[in-house]
């Protein structure tokens, strides 16, 4: 499955694309370095007079930065993980499986290859969940991302400000990265506060910066960054806040955002959107890990290998063995078996 995408990125045009996904990384990245030049250089070094108050504003403004590009660059540069290869279909009965007369043949051939395999997750029709571009058993969870050419374990959704899935082995790190970003525009936008008043209040009288009852120093290009540094962090935490809430929501009640909008399917039990909530505590724990020293820091301590997952237990009433629960949407167009057009493709 990776070489696939290995040989796309080998062509002209793949190489571009290649490219044109790494702007919005870029993008965030100029913004970051053009506010630390804003902050730290005309915010405190150019308008503080006092000496310690602006070490005090560095020094919780560099612990803020260093947490938010550490989880950044962790949740930008982990795999994306990799399905063993037990699961990865025989040629042969990938062959089978093609020119399988009906559903019914297609599905008896992936349960029996799937027997020995962890795998809980099924299709509506109660197959196995099979990749069509990945000729692989897909493990419980996992989905193929179209961008990353790849099943991929766990998949919560493809975030283009990462370039890169959010997943198993990197959900942590994005959580931690969207919390600590919300940190950090909180961080400078009420520390920017107190000069965003100041510009307003003298702005229109003063070209000079502050006078002596404390009118604003510096250049008026320096104060125009402060202005806007106030302006956008704030922008930035409005869209962050929402983000982040969601997304806690969805560790205290093991979904992912695809699973969100789409329940998943169990062999026994049917749809269920909390078919892997465990407790808001044992969820946490799943991602983050039970060690509360490392919880802050973007250092992988999540539960389990991606593949299997525990699932919670089903009470023996007829609504939960049924499947049937108010919050369940199902889409039919996904994880289906191979369509009928495969029976054409093949000699």
Known sequence: M??????RRKTPCGFCMAV????????????IAWSYYAYVVELCIRNSENLVGMILMLFFYHIALILFMWSYWRTIMTS?????DQWRIPDEEVTRLFRADNPETQKRILNSFARSLPVTNR?????VRFCEKCKIIKPDRAHHCSVCNSCVLKMDHHCPWVNNCVNFYNYKFFVLFLGYALIYCLYVAFTTLHDFVQFWKVGAYENNGYSEQGQLNGSGVGRFHILFLFFISIMFAISLVSLFGYHIYLVLVNRTTLESFRAPVF????PDKNGFNL??????CEVFGDDWQ???LPIFTSFGDGI????????????????YHSDTRIELDEDCLPESRFLHSIP
Do not use: C, Q
């Open 294 to 296: 490392y919880w802050p």
């Open 267 to 270: 062999r026994v039990g049917g």
């Open 20 to 31: 044109f996904k790494w702007i919005p990384v870029v993008f965030i990245t100029a913004v």
């Open 279 to 284: 407790g808001r505590y044992a969820n946490f």
């Open 308 to 323: 299997s997952y525990p699932i919670r237990h089903l009470e023996d009433d007829s609504e939960t063995l049924l499947g």
């Open 2 to 7: 990776g070489n696939d995408d290995h040989r």
């Open 80 to 84: 994306v993980g990799r399905v063993p």
């Open 123 to 127: 299709t509506m029709n109660g197959s």
